[in-house]
Each structure stands twice: as structure tokens, then as C-alpha cells.
């Protein structure tokens, strides 16, 4: 499994932006695919974006279509940039890395490692 560190987060008025860092330790991250995920109060955890190995190709929930965009400009480091922020966005946000090399299934991938977690909150 993949060791993931997560920074960034934190608390921004409704329309503003915010960008969330997934740092891999010890690992690269290049073959695997990547997700983005979030968890509100009382709710069950969601996906809100994936990238595949070879950043080809990106899924997005319909909830942030247009608005968050996930990348990774290197081999330990993906990325959630969340612009156009409603108070729904409100969450713990997680990201994870895929259990297997090459293996992309937008979000019904097999994602096996986990970061922390990072609160955001977004004030009407």
C-alpha cells in the first residue's frame, strides 16, 4: 500500500476556492490510479474525482462537474482544485490510491490507500 499525506483545507466563504494536496510517501504514485472522496456530517463517504495512472483520463462526480478539477504533476503528488465553493462542499476530503498498477475504473476503482483527511468548510 501506498502511504499518503494530505495538506491544504480549511475554511472559505461560499464562491471562493481552495486546493488540496495528496503527497505519497516512499512511494511513487505514477502507476496507480488516484481519487478524491469526501465525507459530510451524517452522510456516507461519496466520490467526487479520480485521475487515471497516466492522467488520460479524470471522472467527476455530477455535484462538482465544472467546478473541481483533479491533477498530478508529478510522481508523488495529486491534486483537488475546488473553485466556485457551496456550503454543500462542506466535508472531510480524503484521497486514495488505487490497490493496483494500471488500473483505472473512474470511481468504481479498487482504491486501497488512504490519506488522513482534510476538513473544508464553506460558510454561506
Known amino acids: 500500500q501506498v502511504q499518503l499525506v494530505q495538506s491544504g483545507g480549511g475554511l472559505v466563504q461560499a464562491g471562493g476556492s481552495l486546493r488540496l494536496w495528496c503527497a505519497a510517501s516512499?512511494?511513487?504514485?505514477?502507476?496507480?490510479?488516484m481519487g478524491w472522496f469526501r465525507q459530510a456530517p451524517g452522510k456516507e463517504r461519496e466520490f467526487v474525482a479520480a485521475?487515471?495512472?497516466?492522467?488520460?483520463?479524470t471522472d467527476y462526480a455530477d455535484s462538482v462537474k465544472g467546478r473541481f478539477t483533479i491533477s498530478r504533476n508529478n510522481a508523488y503528488t495529486v491534486y483537488l482544485q475546488m473553485s466556485d465553493l457551496k456550503p454543500e462542499d462542506t466535508a472531510v476530503y480524503s484521497c486514495?490510491?488505487?490497490?493496483?498498477?494500471?488500473?483505472?475504473?473512474?470511481?468504481?476503482?479498487?482504491?486501497?490507500?488512504w490519506g488522513q483527511g482534510t476538513q473544508v468548510t464553506v460558510s454561506s
Open positions: 486514495a490510491a488505487g490497490r493496483r498498477r494500471y488500473d483505472f475504473q473512474g470511481p468504481r476503482t479498487d482504491f486501497a490507500s
Open positions: 485521475i487515471s495512472w497516466n492522467n488520460d483520463s
Open positions: 516512499g512511494t511513487a504514485i505514477s502507476t496507480y490510479a
